[in-house]
């Protein structure tokens, strides 16, 4: 709004207030509003409160129905059936005596006929569930007449021979009736013009066809019983009903019959696969197993067959690998009635092999891939059966370890079967790696081919490895070969660059090959010494390769370990001598460490993977080198010396600066240990060499940080040497170490008051009152003897009153002490 100069409006204007007067009633509206707004608000809750102690009403619920009515009418129409079925078998085993033959011919047909003939105006009218019970009522009554007829008219016909003609018959009926009442038309009412029946469809029944279909497994099995058929053909009358049931599962469409025709394929057909297996296992010549044979071919042929029609691949590529393993079986059945003890798997294998080339034909994609399944799992059972020979290879010369030295033995197979027994057809066993060796080379899918040079690595190192022992070449042989293995697998690990898997197993046969060479080795002192060396050559060699160097390399380090305790153990050194020659292990491992771990003036220097495993191989042959000098003190100081040597020259790397405390332990270790073999038992001996290190570290370090607390760098070396000499000083009874003790504390306790530090003034100043007590302690007691005995209580009292009289100066005054020490540092 426009004013002018004097804060009026323009003339014609409305009149607005000043400001401050505006502002004013501003905030007396607001004031109001809000008084407002809280009244509501309580309101509110007010009309909350009371809405919510208020019962709820319960709403209604309308009963829920536990069932729905066509449930209700099957359920009845099925208590129906059976009752009706009950009540004719009644008639037929009880009352069946009371009728002649016409009677009852008469009566079983009419009510059978009737029966059957019912669903017919029921499916008119459009009740096909009534019509499925009236249904399974007649075939029931069916039943009933074979049975009949049976009892009264062919008493003399044997009853298994009737049953599989009576089963066949039924089932041929109760097809044809359900085919029959399919190609009904509908008679329904709602069709009543002619064009409406001309495009009707029929409405078959669901009950008869699977009926039939379950008849149909009977006749053949009761034939081949009846007629004291044997195990083989017995066995062909299951395969051929699973065939037939193969057949219609793959061709009908109706979800019950396919069902039906599915349990018996898998029923009938699993029992004859059974059978026939049991047939091939037990059979007692080639013509038998030529039988039992047949008989798994044709199961594989029924199972292949389905397997190639089946719409999903999950199940057709299922079915193909039980037809190819029982295909196997049947080839294998063969093999193994003409082939000696264990080589018979050597023919299952070879029936696994021919599965691979018929998986390369023509077949759909399912299938080849169930049959290479097939042929995978044939071959990883017959692995697994010859894995007992490489075991028995591997750790048998673990035996070894008992006997070391004790003499060569005959031939590389009594070499490893030191304590284990040699297993049986170790022959067989080593021609199946081969094979499988062989098999997993030729793969060349681009997926499979890294995985399976693997396994090409893999089995021809075990193939190499078993052969001295199982051809029972000389032991000297048998060590060169499995030194050459090893020295392959080596070369393996180097050569592998593009398949990392087939590197890594490389290097761990290597060393698993190695590890039982050198078990294999201490046959004979010669051997082992020959032996270990080749070792430490060999992986120190392969450490110039930087993939295999965080292996290799402490590899060497350990056989060279293993190679200085033999040439001691040769030489006929005691233990703690050949323990110096062992430190020069962990020399070589700390020169190695220091070279891959860069430049030691610069921290940034990127360290090689082999540092810490050299690293840790050095630590673990020093503590071998020590637990061989246990028996001897002073050499065992002296090793112990070495060992703070070597650590203190690892500490010298700036990467590395944690060990020298590590090397400062060993010094002292080697300290105590000298001067217990000197039978010292000054305890001043043992503390000040770790007391003058340790203030001069502290001192190092308040020098590079004067922030530092003095309890940190001072406060373990004072305590380390003040702490047990204090302790030893209550129990001397002689002057001297009393008398130093205390010159000491007064000293640290001086020192502390001078640079103002906490802990060497309030340890020196502890340790010096203590001392104090101890030299005066005589004294106290002589005069507390002489006194009388009020004294001391009226000397406490006296002393109370005057701390009392004084309270508030001492406050003060422990106040200003607490401040003094809390300047120090």
Known sequence: MPYDVTGTTLRGMTHIPPPAEELRLLDAELWQLDGRRAQLLARRAWLVAALQAQPVAPVPVAPRPETSAPRVQNVLLVLGGVLLTVAAAAFTLVSWGHLGIAGRALVLGSVTLAVLAAPVPLLKRGLRSTAESVAGLGLALTVLDAYALHAAALTGTDGTGYAAVASAVLAGVWAAYGRGLGLLPDLSSGASDHSAREEARPLPLRLPLPAALAAAQLPLLLWAIAVDAGPDWITAALLVTAGFDTIVALRTTAKSVRVVAVVGAYGTGGLGVLTAGWLSWDAGGPSAAVRASALLALAAAIALGAARQLPKPGNAMGTALVGGLVLVAAVGGVLRAVLPGGWTVLGYLAGGVALLAAARGRLPEPVRRGLAWASGTVQALALLWALPLVVVVLLGPVGWAERAWTGVPSDARAAVTVDVPWPPYAAAAAVVLAVIAGVLAAVRNATWRPRALTGVLVLAWATALVLPAVLELPYSVGLSAQGVTTAAALAAAAAARQVPTAQTAAIVLSVVASLSLACLSLASEGATLVVLVALTVLFAAASWFARLAPVTAPAALAYAAALACATGASAGWRP??????????????????????????????????????????????????????????????????????????????????????????????????????????????????????????????????????????????????????????????????????????????????????????????????????????????????????????????????????????????????????????
Not at 633 to 647: D, E, K, N, S, T
Not at 705 to 710: L, M
Not at 736 to 741: D, E, G, Q, T, V
Not at 808 to 815: F, P, S
Request: proline fraction near 9%; charge should be positive; charged fraction near 15%.
């Open 576 to 825: 703690e001598h050949t323990a110096l020659l062992v430190l020069t292990v962990p020399v070589a491992a700390a020169l190695l460490a220091a070279r891959l771990g860069g430049s030691p003036g610069s921290p940034s220097s990127p360290s090689s993977p082999a540092t810490v495993p050299v690293e840790v191989t050095g630590a673990v042959t020093g503590l071998l080198a020590v637990a061989l000098t246990v028996a001897d003190p002073p050499m065992l100081a002296l090793v112990l010396a070495l060992c703070g040597v070597i650590a203190a020259g690892t500490a010298v790397r700036s990467d590395r600066r944690p060990v020298g405390y590590a090397a400062a332990a060993l010094f002292v270790l080697a300290t105590w240990v000298r001067l217990a073999s000197w039978d010292v038992d000054t305890p001043e001996a043992y503390t000040l060499p770790v007391t003058v290190p340790a203030l001069f570290v502290g001192a190092l370090r308040r020098r590079r940080d004067p922030q530092a607390s003095s309890w940190t760098a001072y406060g373990p070396g004072i305590a380390a040497t003040l702490v047990p000499s204090l302790i030893a000083a209550w129990g001397d009874p002689h002057w001297l170490r009393p008398l130093l003790l205390g010159a000491a504390a007064l000293l640290m306790t001086l020192l502390g008051a001078r640079h103002h530090l906490q802990a060497p003034l309030l340890i020196g100043g502890a340790v010096l009152t203590l001392d104090a007590l101890h030299e005066l302690a005589p004294y106290l007691v002589q005069i507390a003897g002489a006194l009388p005995r009020w004294v001391p209580p009226a000397l406490a009292g006296l002393l109370l009153l005057a701390v009392g009289a004084t309270y508030e100066q001492r406050i003060r005054d422990a106040r200003r002490m607490r401040e003094v020490l809390d300047k120090m540092n």
